[in-house]
């Protein structure tokens, strides 16, 4: 017989759920888009700081360059779709 506790971990319906935990499963997904967008920007911000040094170096390996500006560019584009999951669409 399963305990009522592990009913709660069971993926179901959202109108299974009481509104409480719809609202509380709301705010921990809007809270991990936070949580990611600001590691993402962390270490966009890190990887601008590597690259600036780098390219100051005139020994610089030109392929690892243009592999953290590859990367530093896939960021920003992470970065660019978090924000606008998060930005409410103000045609709806």
């Known amino acids: 017989m399963a305990s009522k506790d592990s009913d ?3 993926p179901g319906d959202a109108s299974d759920l009481p509104p409480e935990a719809a609202i509380d499963n709301v705010d921990r997904d809007l809270f991990r888009k ?5 590691q993402l920007r ?3 911000r890190d ?3 590597v690259i600036t040094r780098l ?5 610089v390996n030109e392929i690892q360059l243009k ?3 590859k990367r ?3 960021l920003k584009d992470q970065i660019e779709r978090y924000e606008s999951q ?6 709806a």
Do not use: Q
């Open 34 to 38: 936070y949580e990611r967008l600001r």
């Open 8 to 10: 709660i971990d069971t």
């Open 67 to 69: 592999r953290l500006k």
């Open 86 to 91: 998060m930005i409410p669409d103000l045609n």
């Open 55 to 59: 390219s100051l170096d005139l020994h």
């Open 72 to 74: 530093k560019l896939m």
């Open 42 to 44: 962390i270490e966009h």
């Open 47 to 49: 990887l601008d700081d």
